[in-house]
Structure formats: structure tokens, C-alpha cells
């Protein structure tokens, strides 16, 4: 039987790795990732779980010791959050391109300066570019499923890429809800033991990491990408196959109350929860409206996407990070970028809010929506308009 | 020693990588054809050859081959003409010469 249990989402991911009875765990504490690795160390001391804890001096080390591991074929887990995931940068490259299918767990955290522990999508999309499978999750029990879900998916041999699996720090990392935890029989079914098939071994010699001098770099990188976009099949394949066994389906873009609906809001992570609530609400009021909530971050579900918004007239994205200088946040640049080409297509409001743990709330959503139809009708001379910032906001201009 | 080459230039597609760029043989540095970074190839003077074999020694990369006869030559596709066999050779059998020079 299933057992129904209050967890944060730190813990609910840990329990993801206990129950995927992984190999290595090589991470650095950094706050809200904290209780991760907290965790996973008492699992490993106490012998719930017979796995190697590599205790290491950062979080640059943390990966490159994940990447040993994985080398050997081991089932391999990390998590880190904001400076972390950026002083990782330089592995977390290399952990992708050489197709090491290890699984990472990322408690959104704002970026420095100022210094801040708080909630944010900065971090995450400083890694956008990097090759690795990316998901965000709205609540705890998705922080759960989405870690189990990584590794079938990671491990696939049509993929052997990593996945790094993203949760709200605070906001999910440190809030208890409750999380349904399946039976272990259930989780072996579902991942089967794991089987790298170019693992290192000393009785089959072979070189990982070997140079790529400019006659093969270039192919090598199309190589990957090539890859890299036909993974999508497997990514969906496996969020069918994990429904099947644990009852609850997921979906790279995923529509809520949007049929028939003009105005659409997409969001991404916790706050799509939120901004459900102001569906609901403005719902009860009779108006238009419905909400996308992006799960799938790379590859990116151009289609799937496409298809969910083909019917609006109006589409609010909005983003937790700035791209300083750039076309508003990253999310609503790669939005505008799925659509440009299409000949019918919404037309596009980009807002910016719940930086470094500012709360969004559910006046906050209904806001959004009221004020990016406004800007529809009336225009607006800002690029992107903000949300919650104290002073009226000027000067975010082409 | 292997006669396996590569497959190089415009014989090389994307779909020839291996997964993750992952060498599966081991000592197969030499198949690769390196050869084409020289800018100067060592040439061999029979008559001045004493057959010792220290540039064979010496090369650092096992791009010198004993041959049937007994003389040590450069394996072009593989020698990145470092020139080091022709500075060791005692008999000065061994000269540079630039890649463009016939």
C-alpha cells in the first residue's frame, strides 16, 4: 500500500533517491538544498540505504565526483541551489555532453548581489543552455514523482543525458504538504536497475573525455543536439509509463480550465498553483481566462506549446528572472521565439515577479491578467512591466 | 601495429560520434590521422642510416616504424613533425623540411 505522508520537498526528493536505491550522493550543502543532503547522509549513516556519501569541499567537486561515478555506471544523485548550481557550472556542462545520465535536484534560489538565500529562477536559467533534461515542479509531491521520473528517463538508453529537476527553494524546498509515497515494489518496477552501457571498466578499456581538436568538436556538438531533441519522445513516453503504474499523468505543457479561453497565463513552478487560484477566481467572475503551466524546460515542447496556445488572443508569460538588458525573462523570450513564426498567434505581455523570495499572491495573479489586457488594448511603453516593485517602474525600453 | 585508419575530412559525419565522444578502443591514437599539423616532415638519407634506432626510441609519439629492410621511417599520417628523431640521430641522417617542399 501507498502511504499518504507530510513532507517538504526536500525530504519528498531524498525519499525519490532512497527509493531509486541509488549509488553515489556527492553534494555540498547550500541553502534552501540543505535538507537534501542532510537527508540523504542520515539515510546512508542509519542504513536505510546503502548507497556511497562523498562528503565534498564544494559544489564544483560535488559534480566532477558525480561524473566518476557515473562513469563507472553508478546511479548517481546530486542537488544544489543558486551559487551553488553556478560554481557547478563548468561540470555541469561536461556531465551532459558526456551523456552521464545523473539526476540533480535544484531548490530555485535567487543569484548574488545582494546576497540573497531566497527563491527565484535565476539559477536555472543561467544553466538553460547546458544540455541537461530540465522540469519544474508545482508542489511537493511532484518534487517526489519528478526525481523517480528522472532517472527512467535519464537512463534510457535512447537518452544518457543528465536531468536536473527544479523546485521553489522555500516555497517547496522547506513547506510541508502531503506527499504519497507509492510501496517499493511499485518504484522497481517502474526504474529497473540501471545500465550504463559504456561504464569504465578495467576488463574493457575504453577513454571518457578524450579532446575534440576542430575537425570533430563541431560534429560532436551537433551529435548532441540531435539527441538531445529526440529525447522529448522518451521524456513523454516516460511520464505516460509513470501514470500508468502511479496514477498521475504529466505533461510537457500542461493546460488548466484554458478551453475557449482569450486570455491565457503561462507560468512555471510553484506560482503556477497560485495563479490557478486566480483562474478559479476570475472564472467565478465569468471572464475568459485559463492558465498554462510549463513543466517541460529543455528540450523545449515548441509543439506542444504552440498547440496550447493556438486559440488565445492574449498570452501573460510570466518569469522569476530577469535577462538584464534582454527581451524581458528568459521564459517569455523563448515564448515570443515558438511563436514568431507562426502565422496565427496570440498576442504576447511579458511580466517579471517574485524575485529573491518575493511572494506572488493571488491579487498579485489577478493584477497580471487585468493589467496584461490593458496593455493588449492600450499598449504599453515598457518592453516588460514588473510586478510589486514599490515606485513606478520606467526606462525598460528597446 | 594497426593499419586501421579513421575515417577523417569530409569522410567524417556527425553520426560517426559515438555516444558522449567515447573512445571504445584502447590505443588507437595512432589510427587517428594527426599527420596534418606537420609543417615540416622529417626525410630519411638511406646512405647516412645506421639502422641504431634511436629516433625510434626517441620519437614520443610511435610515429617511426622499423621497416622490412631494417630502416626506421616516419609514419606520415601519424607524425606531427616534431622533429626531435632528426635532432637525436647521431649520423644526421634525418633532415626537416617544410611541408611545401617536395
Redesign the interface.
Known amino acids: 500500500m501507498s502511504k499518504r505522508v507530510g513532507l517538504e520537498a526536500s525530504h519528498a526528493a531524498a525519499e525519490a533517491a532512497r527509493m531509486a536505491d541509488v549509488d553515489v550522493i556527492a553534494a555540498y550543502p547550500i541553502t534552501p538544498q540543505t535538507h537534501i543532503p542532510e537527508r540523504l547522509a542520515e539515510m546512508v549513516a542509519n542504513g536505510e540505504l546503502n548507497a556511497a556519501y562523498i562528503p565534498v569541499e564544494s559544489e564544483h567537486s560535488a559534480l566532477s565526483a558525480c561524473l566518476g561515478a557515473a562513469a563507472v555506471g553508478a546511479r548517481t544523485f546530486t542537488a544544489t541551489a543558486g551559487q551553488g548550481l553556478e560554481l557547478m557550472h563548468e561540470v555541469v556542462y561536461v556531465a551532459s555532453?558526456?551523456?552521464?545520465p545523473i539526476v540533480m535536484t535544484i531548490c530555485n534560489r535567487a543569484l548574488s548581489a545582494p546576497l540573497s538565500v531566497w527563491g527565484d529562477h535565476s539559477d536555472a536559467m543561467a544553466v538553460r543552455d547546458t544540455g541537461w533534461i530540465q522540469v519544474f515542479c508545482q508542489n511537493n509531491q511532484e518534487a517526489f514523482d519528478m526525481t523517480l521520473w528522472a532517472f527512467r528517463v535519464g537512463e534510457d538508453s535512447r537518452v544518457?543525458f543528465p536531468v536536473m529537476v527544479h523546485f521553489d527553494g522555500f516555497h517547496l524546498s522547506h513547506v510541508t504538504e502531503p506527499v504519497i509515497l507509492p510501496e517499493q515494489k511499485e518504484v522497481d518496477r517502474f526504474l529497473p536497475r540501471f545500465q550504463y552501457?559504456?561504464a569504465l571498466n578495467p576488463d574493457k578499456?575504453?577513454?571518457?573525455g578524450?579532446f575534440?581538436p576542430p575537425?570533430?568538436y563541431a560534429?560532436?556538438k551537433?551529435?548532441q543536439e540531435?539527441?538531445f531533441r529526440k529525447s522529448k519522445g522518451v521524456i513523454i513516453q516516460g511520464f505516460k509509463e509513470f501514470g500508468d503504474i502511479f496514477g498521475r499523468y504529466y505533461h510537457p505543457v500542461e493546460p488548466y480550465k484554458t478551453e475557449g479561453a482569450r486570455t491565457l497565463l503561462l507560468t512555471m513552478g510553484s506560482f503556477s498553483e497560485t495563479a490557478k487560484i486566480a483562474i478559479d477566481t476570475k472564472k467565478n467572475k465569468g471572464e475568459s481566462v485559463g492558465l498554462i503551466n510549463l513543466r517541460l524546460w529543455r528540450p523545449f515542447p515548441f509543439e506542444e506549446l504552440r498547440q496550447a496556445v493556438k486559440d488565445a488572443e492574449t498570452l501573460i508569460v510570466f518569469d522569476r528572472c530577469i535577462s538584464f538588458g534582454g527581451p524581458g525573462g528568459p521564459v517569455s523570450s523563448e515564448i515570443r521565439s515558438a511563436l514568431y513564426n507562426e502565422k496565427e498567434r496570440p498576442r504576447g505581455v511579458s511580466f517579471v515577479g517574485g524575485l529573491g523570495g518575493r511572494d506572488m499572491s493571488v491579487k498579485d495573479f489577478e493584477y497580471v491578467i487585468d493589467r496584461g489586457r490593458e496593455i493588449v488594448e492600450k499598449g504599453s511603453e515598457e518592453l516588460f512591466e514588473t510586478v510589486g516593485i514599490r515606485g513606478k517602474v520606467t526606462g525598460i525600453r528597446g | 601495429m594497426t593499419e586501421k585508419r579513421l575515417k577523417t575530412g569530409s569522410d567524417f559525419t556527425w553520426k560517426d560520434m559515438e555516444v558522449g565522444n567515447i573512445v571504445t578502443e584502447v590505443g588507437n591514437a595512432s589510427v587517428r590521422k594527426t599527420g596534418d599539423w606537420r609543417t615540416k616532415r622529417p626525410i630519411l638519407d638511406r646512405e647516412k642510416c645506421t639502422k641504431c634506432a634511436l629516433c625510434w626510441i626517441y620519437c614520443p609519439d610511435a610515429a617511426i616504424k622499423p621497416s622490412e629492410e631494417g630502416y626506421y621511417e616516419s609514419d606520415l599520417y601519424y607524425c606531427k613533425g616534431c622533429g626531435i628523431c632528426a635532432s637525436i640521430c647521431p649520423a644526421g641522417a634525418i633532415t626537416m623540411i617544410e611541408e611545401e617542399e617536395k
Not at chain 1, 555532453?97 to 552521464?100: G, P, V
Not at chain 1, 578499456?205 to 571518457?208: A, G, I, L, R, V
Open positions: 555532453s558526456m551523456r552521464y544518457l552501457p559504456f578499456p575504453m577513454t571518457h578524450a575534440g575537425d570533430i560534429e560532436a551537433v551529435a540531435v539527441a
